[in-house]
């Protein structure tokens, strides 16, 4: 069983809404009961078959099944996949302990206590996930060197 999965793309992971619509924000770290109301799949890529939506089933899809997830920008000359190896915060994290983390740390903001952005920002969950890898991560690095 692979200890993280890694999804490149053409964008800095999973966002709200169009990345290019200045309201759209990205998600560090993906939970299907928070998230799924509020993000807005648009158009598939020309180049692509699924567009993200298919990468968020996907990844969602290895994160049940034990394997984290990343999705992460693989173009342009930021080493994106050397960032997230070394376990610095890129991309959206999908894990089913973070999800929950995340869940019940939405469930206690209230209604008006900041709203969406509030939301985005309570992702303190992500660095204890990470932690929880990054002997794996450590171990992978090591591997590939």
């Known amino acids: 069983q692979a200890d993280l999965l890694v999804c490149l793309t053409d ?3 999973l966002y709200t809404g169009a990345p290019d619509l200045p309201e759209s924000e990205l998600i560090p770290t993906y939970s299907p009961s928070v998230h799924d ?6 158009a598939k890529s020309t180049m692509g078959r699924g567009g993200m939506s298919s990468k968020v089933e996907s990844a969602w899809g290895a994160a049940l099944e034990g394997v984290s997830t990343l999705i992460i920008n ?3 000359f930021r080493p994106a996949l050397v960032e997230a190896i070394s376990g610095e915060i890129v991309g959206t ?10 869940r019940k740390t939405h469930q206690k903001l209230q209604p008006g206590a ?8 309570a992702v303190p ?3 204890a ?8 991560l450590d171990e ?4 590939g060197q």
């Open 129 to 136: 996930s990470e932690e929880d890898a990054s002997t794996d």
């Open 93 to 102: 994290l999908f894990d089913v302990k973070a999800a929950e983390r995340l």
């Open 11 to 13: 964008v800095e992971g």
């Open 140 to 143: 992978a690095a090591t591997l």
């Open 114 to 121: 900041g709203g969406k952005t509030a939301l985005m920002n």
């Open 125 to 127: 969950e992500r660095a």
């Open 74 to 76: 693989g173009k342009g």
């Open 37 to 42: 109301p509020i993000i807005r799949f648009g």
